[in-house]
C-alpha cells in the first residue's frame, strides 16, 4: 500500500514559522512535498503568474520554493512536480485569520481551493490571534495538532471531495484551553479602515491603508466569528461553485 502523500504550502513564505511547524507534525502521517511561496503573499487571493516565467528554487529534499502565489504553488506540483495526485492539499498555518470575507481575499485559503479545483481533498488553517496577542510557537503547535486530528477524521470516516473544500481558524487563547471544534458557516464583516495621504508628488498620492480600527462584524452563533470569539476553532465548508442558482430566474427578462 502506497503512502498518504501531502503537497503542503503557505501564503506567509518557505520561511514561516507556521509551515515547519505544520509539516514536521504532516510528516507523522504522510510524505510530505513543501511548495511554498519564498516571501509574503498574503491577500494575493487566486492570482497566478502569467506575464512572466515562474521561478522554482530547489530547497532541500520533497521542498521547493516559488517566486509566485500560493495557487501558482499548488499548480506547479500537481501539473509538473509530482508523479502522481496527492491525497490531500494542506494551506497554513497563517498567521493570522481568515474568516468571513478574508476567503475572498486570502492566499491561504486560495492554496487549497487550488487544490480543490483539481479534485483534491483540500484543507487551510489560519491562527485566529487578536492583535494585542503575539503568536507562539505553541499556538502553531495547537493549530497543527488540531489539524492533524481533523485530517485523521476525514482519512478515517472517508471524507474525500471534490466539490468543497476546508478553512480551518484556530482561536490563540493565553488564558484559557480551546473548548473544542465547530463546523461553522461564514460570518461577514465591515472594514472601517482608513486611506492615509503619506506625501504629494505632482498631481499623485500615496497612500497607506490604515488597520488600526477593527472590522465591525455580523453572523449568527453558527458563524465562524461567533465560534472563535468563544474560545471554538471553527471549521468551515467552502464550494468552488460561485453561480447564484437562486437568482438565475428573474435576470432571464433581461434583452439584449
Known amino acids: 500500500m502506497s503512502k498518504l502523500t501531502i503537497v503542503l504550502t503557505n501564503d506567509d513564505g518557505i520561511m514561516a514559522p507556521g509551515l515547519e511547524i505544520l509539516e514536521r507534525r504532516l510528516q507523522t502521517i504522510a510524505e510530505v512535498t513543501v511548495i511554498a511561496p519564498v516571501e509574503q503573499m498574503s491577500a494575493v487571493s ?46 497554513g498555518i497563517n498567521n493570522g485569520p481568515n474568516l468571513g470575507e478574508d476567503v475572498i481575499y486570502s492566499g491561504t485559503v486560495a492554496g487549497a481551493r487550488e487544490g480543490a479545483l483539481y479534485g483534491i481533498t483540500s484543507l487551510a488553517i489560519s491562527l485566529a490571534n487578536e492583535k494585542r496577542i503575539t503568536i507562539l510557537p505553541e499556538d502553531y503547535d495547537k493549530a497543527s495538532n488540531i489539524a492533524l486530528n481533523v485530517i485523521k ?104
Not at 73 to 84: K, M, N, Q, T
Not at 202 to 218: F, L, M, N, Q, R
Open 46 to 91: 487566486h492570482s497566478l503568474t502569467l506575464t512572466k516565467p515562474l521561478r522554482v528554487d530547489f530547497v532541500s529534499a520533497n521542498k521547493y520554493a516559488v517566486y509566485g502565489t500560493p495557487a501558482d504553488c499548488i499548480a506547479f506540483a500537481v501539473r509538473e512536480l509530482l508523479p502522481d495526485i496527492p491525497a490531500l492539499v494542506v494551506s
Open 153 to 256: 477524521s476525514i482519512l478515517k470516516n472517508n471524507f474525500l471531495y471534490k466539490d468543497v473544500f476546508l478553512n480551518l481558524n484556530v482561536p490563540v487563547l493565553k488564558d484559557r484551553e480551546i473548548k473544542g471544534l465547530k463546523v461553522t458557516h461564514l460570518a461577514s464583516r465591515k472594514y472601517l479602515g482608513k486611506f492615509i495621504p503619506d506625501k504629494e508628488e505632482g498631481i499623485s498620492k500615496y497612500y497607506w491603508v490604515s488597520g488600526d480600527e477593527p472590522p465591525v462584524w455580523e453572523g449568527s452563533e453558527h458563524s465562524d466569528y461567533y465560534a472563535i470569539k468563544n474560545g471554538f476553532a471553527s471549521l468551515t465548508p467552502l464550494g468552488l461553485e460561485a453561480t447564484a442558482y437562486n437568482r438565475m430566474k428573474e435576470f432571464e427578462i433581461l434583452e439584449y
